[in-house]
């Protein structure tokens, strides 16, 4: 079964696409979508340690970062 999202499926609208071919014996592309994505998928199944784990590595690399505050330079010139 697939652990994550199918990809180059053409998004949001290609995903729709293809559930609805796989999912229908009859679909014209029916034969074509099962012989181009993985043997066994399950839409229905989310693998959660791969999901976490894709979500921690994102959180990490858009987490905010810290910038050096600069001082206020006062000049003293009276």
């Excluded at 791969?50 to 009276?78: F, I």
């Amino acid at each position: 079964m697939a652990a994550a999202l199918l990809e180059d499926v053409g998004g949001a609208h290609g995903y729709a696409d293809y559930l609805e071919a796989i999912g229908d014996p009859t679909h014209p592309e029916h034969q074509n979508m099962r012989i181009w994505g993985p043997e066994r998928f399950d839409p229905t199944v989310i693998d959660r340690q791969a999901l976490d784990a894709t979500v921690n590595a994102l959180s990490e690399r858009w987490k905010p970062r810290r910038h050096k505050l600069r001082s206020k330079q006062t000049s003293s010139a009276n």
